[in-house]
């Protein structure tokens, strides 16, 4: 928590001036009483109408001042953690924008989110809770004391009794509540989880008629949620009826023993009410500390969860002395690469080499689970080779900033997301300054103008959330758009014409040969026509490369082909 609190300093202005207005309240309305006090004991007693008047004018005026500073406290303290809360988002978001696919698999989608979220959200409530209350309870609690022993010092043992008692029952409370706070974290993540997939995946759900079964998780989620927060609210509901109880008694004490005083002239009235004020003041101050303290173990749960993020270091860092990666235009180079996935005892990828040249077709074909995508993601540096190395341009993508390889890769994934906005949004996704020009031009290569111009807003037609308002065909020709107007040096397409008819297919292979004359071209594929026009085909199988050349030469000298090739095409087409 404190860790967080450090974000404070760009406000500490702001936090002084909070503690100036808060330390004026307090004794705004610890002066209040005594004048009070002066009224019934002196004015009232003698029939001292003037003295009456000046001295009421007096508490309006302190409790006007005590009104003004408590409105400023509110406005202060608001803005400033708003804007902590607001810094620690950004802070949050950009760190996790360095995170490999590694540090995401590690912490999950859905943590992320309720870290960025809910638990910031839980240290800003607590931080206006403190800002507003930790500084003025102490001064309250303290004052209130001072002024109390003052009024009356016999009388103060009432609470001598009654403030023990008060906080051991307020500790006890927070204590049992303690555990279940993390625990809530915890189970809103799984709530998130559960929400998330079912969001997503509502195709899938109903068309497996999986309604009903979801539905069942989602309620054992949220079920599982509510006993908690319902098991922790019960027994912090036990907080506020104690708490007044116990004040309630030290007020019928304070009254019966005053009496007892008055009666014997050792206080006046006007005394007893004040020290009953004073009373009040210190068991609120109590209160307002141990309604912090409940908050706080939450809280401090939250901050553990954002602290986790904010140290965990991302494994890809750039170099500290960048080379610039332009020795040699668009050649890609695989020298000797292995790689396993970070806890895995098998190796994903085992010595891959080969190099693929500016005006070259290099197609990788395989079996399910070959290491296809592992390989393309080695390219962007999604994660980092465990030996040997990929050279772009005959410098080590590690030696690059992230920012620069990745201006050089128009990279199409297996799964094509598309963002929320028109489609020429979507297009100059991949070029902030692209022109309509030059996303028309993308789109006709895309083979996506045709149902573009059909829409009825073309280019400036919305595309909803991931793309649920297009079809997987025109996701794919979108997002292959989207890495056409980029202009690349090297073009990585991970399996993105798997949801295209064979006429599409070939014409957009077609357009790309011509468009894509000066740039490296992979193409990952399950479909054999789309790889065998290719200059060069990598087989791959069981993340090794077991065969390379031409459709031709691999028909004839490599049988991990010819299966793949058998079962996709007759014999006359092979023929």
């Known amino acids: 928590m404190m860790k967080l609190l450090r974000m404070l300093n760009p406000y500490k202005v702001g936090v002084l ?34 003295y009456i008047w000046r ?4 508490m309006l005026v302190v409790a006007l001042l005590g009104t003004l500073c408590s409105i400023l406290v509110s406005f202060l303290s608001s803005q400033i953690t708003g804007k902590f809360a607001r810094d620690l988002r950004s802070r949050l978001f950009s760190h996790v924008e360095n995170f490999s696919l590694h540090e995401f698999d590690q912490i999950g989608t859905a943590s992320l989110i309720t870290r960025t979220t809910n638990d910031i959200t839980q240290v800003q409530n607590v931080l206006l809770m403190m800002m507003r209350m930790m500084i003025g309870a102490p001064l309250m609690f303290i004052g209130g004391v001072i002024m109390a022993i003052s009024q009356d010092a016999q009388l103060s043992l009432v609470l001598v009794v009654s403030l023990p008692i008060l906080a051991g029952a307020v500790a006890l409370i927070a204590f049992k509540g303690l555990p279940f706070f993390k625990a809530i974290q915890k189970k809103l993540d799984r709530l998130n989880l559960v929400l998330r997939e079912q969001l997503t995946g509502i195709r899938v759900i109903r068309s497996f008629n999986r309604t009903a079964f979801e539905k069942v998780r989602f309620t054992e989620a949220n079920q599982d949620l509510t006993d908690t927060s319902i098991k922790v609210n019960k027994i912090m509901a036990f907080m506020m009826p ?4 116990i004040m309630n008694f030290s007020i019928i004490a304070i009254i019966w023993f005053g009496g007892l005083r008055i009666d014997s002239g050792d206080i006046q009235v006007g005394n007893m009410m004040a020290f009953i004020q004073y009373a009040m003041q210190i068991m609120f101050s109590l209160i307002m500390v141990s309604i912090i303290f409940v908050m706080l173990p939450r809280a401090a749960a939250s901050a553990a969860r954002i602290n986790e993020v904010l140290e965990m270091k991302p494994e890809l860092k750039n170099p500290d002395s960048p080379k610039a990666g332009d020795l040699v235009h668009g050649t890609l180079e695989f020298d000797n690469v292995s790689f396993k996935y970070p806890g895995a005892e098998e190796y994903a990828l085992k010595d891959i080499s080969f190099t693929a040249k500016p005006g070259e077709i290099t197609a990788i074909i395989g079996g399910t689970g070959s290491g296809k995508s592992t390989l393309l993601a080695m390219i962007p540096r999604f994660y980092d080779v465990t030996e040997g190395s990929v050279r772009v341009n005959g410098a080590d993508v590690r030696d690059l900033t992230q920012k620069a390889l990745r201006a050089k890769i128009g990279y199409v994934p297996q799964k094509a997301v598309l963002f929320t906005g028109t489609i020429a949004d979507n297009i100059r996704y991949g070029k902030e300054d692209a022109t309509e020009e030059d996303i028309q031009h993308a789109a006709e290569v895309a083979q996506a103008a045709d149902f573009i111009g059909e829409m009825q807003d073309g280019y400036e037609s919305m595309i909803a959330q991931g793309g649920n308002n297009v079809s997987g065909g025109q996701k794919q020709r979108l997002s292959i758009a989207r890495a056409l107007v980029r202009r690349p040096e090297i073009y990585v397409f991970d399996d993105s014409f798997s949801a295209l008819d064979y006429k599409t297919d070939a014409r957009l292979r077609a357009a790309l040969k011509s468009e894509t004359s000066n740039s490296t071209v992979i193409i990952v594929a399950q479909r054999v026509s789309t790889v065998k026009d290719a200059d060069r085909i990598l087989v791959m199988d069981d993340g090794v490369i077991v065969g390379s050349g031409t459709h031709g030469e691999l028909l004839n000298n490599n049988e991990v082909y010819r299966e793949i090739v058998s079962s996709q095409l007759s014999e006359e087409e092979i023929a």
């Not at 207005?21 to 004015?43: A, Y």
């Not at 001295?55 to 007096?58: A, L, P």
Request: hydrophobic content about 60%.
């Open 55 to 58: 001295i009421g004018g007096v």
């Open 242 to 245: 104690v708490m007044m109880l």
């Open 17 to 50: 001036l909070v503690i100036v207005f808060v330390f004026l309240q307090s004794l705004s309305d610890l002066f209040l009483p005594t004048l009070m006090s002066d009224i019934i004991n002196i004015g009232v007693s003698q029939g001292d109408l003037p």
